[in-house]
């Protein structure tokens, strides 16, 4: 596999040596041609220059790539780089490095960034799991924000203690694909017995995540036991009191529990967080 590399810092450099490692083609493109010699990287071919500039890329053989990795210390650099490689050399992946974790709303198809690689969001989710119990914790978002994959660690008091894999009524669009126990990876099946202490690895869409938490957290048992599935536990409704204007008798409603939902705004090119670039 070729992958071109822009970017040949200390992360740059650190990628390049673990994929020469695995005999793939290493291409490193970079401004400074002192960072050459101090890099240690054999096997590596360099190209000095500006990856935003299309001739560059043009001296590169961009279009003979598998993979471009835009890692440098600027989030605006990557971003052009992803964008120049998918529309105008159609490299089928492109990787981009997310410096400032503000700008990780512009990381996606629409610059031309197939993964985004949030390094202080990964650090966060990577203490997370190693801290938080009876919580979900999203450790990698993948198809850029479709989807993404979560850990849960059971608690020992945990309503799901005991319970099948098939049991359990899952989101629809959630998938249980790893049970670590005892530091074993273990393929779930439907007859496997879910014990404390297990971390259950998920894929799941972003939309389903919420879903899969209410499952999850503790006192849920009566509304998602076996074969239970999400529907209510009895055939009366609650009713909550509705204020109403002075000298009017308050007027009973249905609570139905549903939120009013925020539309968000589409975000705008000109809200690019500029705090935290490196030059």
Same mark, same amino acid.
């Given at each position: 596999?070729?992958?071109?590399?822009?970017?040949?810092?200390?992360?740059?450099?650190?990628?390049?040596?673990?994929?020469?490692?695995?005999?793939?083609?290493?291409?490193?493109?970079?401004?400074?041609?002192?960072?050459?010699?101090?890099?240690?990287?054999?096997?590596?071919?360099?190209?000095?220059?500006?990856?935003?500039?299309?001739?560059?890329?043009?001296?590169?053989?961009?279009?003979?790539?598998?993979?471009?990795?835009?890692?440098?210390?600027?989030?605006?650099? $990557?971003?052009?780089?992803?964008?120049?490689?998918?529309?105008?050399?159609?490299?089928?992946?492109?990787?981009?490095?997310? $410096?400032?974790?503000?700008?990780?709303?512009?990381?996606?198809?629409?610059?031309?960034?197939?993964?985004?690689?949030?390094?202080?969001?990964?650090?966060?989710?990577?203490?997370?799991?190693?801290?938080?119990?009876?919580?979900?914790?999203?450790?990698?978002?993948?198809?850029?924000?479709?989807?993404?994959?979560?850990?849960?660690?059971?608690?020992? !008091?945990?309503?799901?203690?005991?319970?099948?894999?098939?049991?359990?009524?899952?989101?629809?669009?959630?998938?249980?694909?790893?049970?670590?126990?005892?530091?074993?990876?273990?393929?779930?099946?439907?007859?496997?017995?879910?014990?404390?202490?297990?971390?259950?690895?998920?894929?799941?869409?972003?939309?389903?995540? !919420?879903?899969?938490?209410?499952?999850?957290?503790?006192?849920?048992?009566?509304?998602?036991?076996?074969?239970?599935?999400?529907?209510?536990?009895?055939?009366?409704?609650?009713?909550?009191?509705?204020?109403?204007?002075?000298?009017?008798?308050?007027?009973?409603?249905?609570?139905?529990?549903?939120?009013?939902?925020?539309?968000?705004?589409?975000?705008?090119?000109?809200?690019?967080?500029?705090?935290?670039?490196?030059?």
């Amino acid at each position: 596999m070729k992958v071109v590399i822009v970017g040949a810092g200390s992360v740059g450099s650190s990628i390049a040596r673990e994929l020469l490692s695995h005999k793939h083609e290493i291409l490193l493109i970079d401004l400074k041609p002192e960072v050459i010699g101090r890099s240690g990287l054999r096997g590596a071919h360099w190209l000095v220059g500006d990856a935003c500039e299309l001739s560059t890329l043009q001296d590169a053989n961009l279009e003979d790539a598998d993979v471009v990795v835009s890692a440098t210390g600027d989030d605006k650099v $990557n971003l052009v780089v992803s964008l120049l490689a998918k529309t105008e050399f159609g490299i089928g992946r492109t990787v981009g490095r997310v $410096n400032n974790p503000k700008n990780d709303w512009m990381f996606n198809d629409s610059w031309g960034v197939d993964v985004a690689v949030n390094t202080p969001q990964l650090m966060t989710a990577l203490v997370e799991e190693a801290v938080e119990i009876g919580d979900l914790v999203r450790l990698l978002t993948l198809q850029t924000g479709v989807s993404s994959l979560v850990e849960f660690t059971v608690p020992h !008091d945990s309503h799901a203690i005991g319970l099948t894999v098939g049991a359990i009524d899952w989101p629809e669009d959630s998938t249980l694909v790893a049970i670590l126990r005892d530091q074993a990876p273990i393929t779930p099946s439907r007859d496997d017995v879910i014990d404390g202490g297990d971390e259950l690895f998920f894929v799941t869409t972003i939309a389903a995540e !919420d879903q899969l938490r209410e499952l999850l957290s503790p006192g849920s048992s009566e509304e998602h036991g076996s074969g239970e599935g999400h529907g209510s536990g009895g055939s009366e409704e609650s009713v909550e009191e509705q204020s109403s204007p002075e000298g009017q008798e308050s007027v009973a409603v249905p609570a139905t529990g549903d939120q009013p939902v925020r539309a968000e705004q589409p975000a705008r090119a000109d809200q690019l967080d500029d705090d935290g670039f490196d030059g």
